[in-house]
């Protein structure tokens, strides 16, 4: 199975395919299934289950623990009612669909129980509805699970979380597409309680009322690595909302054309709410939205650290083109490392940080940026054309700022007495503020040390003096 998302062309990742190698040794029996990367082992005799939903059924139900079931190739199994996997097993897909049947009940179509350790390949599951107030139209995950170049598509959980899969158990999922699901509050794809790993993976056009367009994780380590959200939305956390404990690590993703809907939205592509480590690298963030803040990112609090890294054309009606950034506690830190800003925008009247809004109670909170180039990033009508900051200590070194623009502070605004900014190296050029402040416009205690700062108009700091250095 081969996809290619043309609509990434030009984003930074000309095209994105999913690796999927498959070798199947022939014969009644197996020692391994090897699938995009993944190896699957595979105890005793496989057997061939018919192409008819009963002959699933009965299978499933005679497995014992470590059996293999071959499924007909190409098969659609038309469930008239869920199915359960009691024990350890492997599911050989075989380019097989389960979908429900016409005038079935709402269900899931598959629930694998507590202690069960399942593996499931090469099958697609669609057009499920959850029953009412449940969600995991297509799974429910009690035990460990891994799925392997999977699709999932129009799985809906009218009233409760994940779209196609609610997961309180292990889950890692690789090699998969999920599209088009939905789910009543959060997690339009899948709503995780427990570890959650996505490989080499596409979430496209996912939706939640709520939170997590394609992935909702509460309380859940979550590890993303070579996958692709495009075009998810939810009213925060457009693609990925992950509350409570994490960690999230998100590596060599991309994220394009997410939205966190409505006038509240948050977080275009991801948010996350809670004291926990976010570590994202390697990722492209590309025209994401957000009705209010975080055109891709709305980080509440924790520690976020952004290493090479690209934004560009992300936006918010309010604060944070790229970043928005909440920070109550002393433990709070941002640090960026690498990586560019280009053509964010922070678009409504009094917006701040064209393309990185950071807030904090206390100047204990750290924002730390090294080596990265701020360009062409907007608050074309409010505050801090790339840069706005409010009562942390920020650090900005080795840093290019070039052609941003704001009415005040083209390239920093640093607001309050309780801000401290400190830039050293790097450059502050041809930034433009239409009212005060072409460079940096500073209320609270700021300073500039070896940076070249040049053709900012209409001056390059104001008020006059208030910046060191300057």
């Not at 022939?26 to 699938?35: E, F, V």
């Not at 990033?377 to 700022?401: K, P, Q």
């Not at 790097?426 to 205690?445: E, F, P, Q, W």
Request: hydrophobic fraction near 40%; proline fraction near 3%; charge should be negative.
């Amino acid at each position: 199975m081969t996809w290619t998302l043309a609509n990434l062309a030009g984003q930074g990742r000309p095209s994105w395919t999913p690796r999927l190698a498959v070798l199947v040794a022939g014969g009644p029996t197996c020692a391994a299934l090897a699938l995009g990367g993944f190896t699957i082992a595979t105890a005793g005799s496989v057997k061939s289950v018919g192409c008819r939903a009963t002959d699933l059924s009965t299978a499933l139900a005679s497995a014992g623990s470590g059996a293999t079931l071959r499924l007909a190739a190409g098969c659609t199994y038309k469930l008239a009612s869920g199915q359960t996997a009691r024990v350890s097993l492997t599911i050989l897909g075989n380019g097989s669909t389960l979908e429900p049947a016409a005038a079935s009940p709402a269900m899931t179509m598959l629930t694998v129980d507590a202690g069960a350790v399942v593996s499931i390949s090469n099958v697609t599951m669609t057009g499920g509805s959850a029953p009412a107030s449940g969600g995991g139209a297509a799974i429910v995950n009690k035990g460990t699970l891994t799925i392997t170049s999977g699709t999932f598509t129009a799985d809906r959980a009218p009233s409760g979380g994940g779209g196609a899969i609610a997961s309180s158990g292990t889950l890692v999922v690789g090699n998969s597409h999920f599209s088009g699901d939905q789910a009543g509050p959060d997690g339009g794809s899948i709503d995780s309680t427990g570890p959650l790993t996505i490989n080499d993976s596409a979430f496209t056009g996912s939706t939640a009322t709520g939170s997590g367009g394609a992935i909702y994780a509460d309380y859940s380590p979550v590890t993303v690595s070579h996958s692709v959200f495009v075009g998810d939305s939810a009213v925060s956390g457009g693609a990925i909302e992950a509350v409570g404990s994490g960690p999230l690590t998100v590596t060599a993703s991309d994220f394009i054309r997410n939205r966190a809907t409505g006038t509240t939205g948050t977080g275009g592509a991801i948010e996350t709410d809670g004291a926990f480590s976010t570590a994202i690298q390697s990722s492209d963030f590309s025209a994401n939205r957000a009705g209010s803040a975080g055109g891709a990112i709305d980080a509440l609090e924790g520690t976020l650290t952004l290493t090479s890294t690209e934004f560009r054309r992300n936006s918010a009606a309010r604060d944070g083109g790229a970043l928005a950034l909440f920070g109550g506690s002393a433990g709070d830190t941002v640090t960026i490392t690498g990586g560019g800003y280009a053509g964010d925008s922070a678009t409504g009247a009094r917006a701040r940080g064209g393309a990185i809004y950071a807030e904090s109670a206390t100047a204990a909170s750290t924002l730390a940026v090294t080596g990265a180039t701020f360009e062409s990033d907007r608050a074309t009508h409010g505050e801090g054309g790339a840069i706005w900051t409010a009562g942390l200590t920020a650090s900005v070194g080795g840093t290019r700022l070039a052609g941003n623009a704001a009415a005040d502070g083209g390239a920093f605004y640093n607001s309050g007495s309780g801000s401290k900014l400190t830039v050293s190296g790097g450059d502050l050029v041809s930034n433009k503020a239409s009212h005060r402040g072409g460079a940096i416009y500073n209320t609270g205690a700021a300073a500039l040390s070896r940076v070249t700062i040049s053709d900012n108009t209409p001056d390059n700091c104001a008020p006059a003096g208030s910046v060191a250095g300057c």
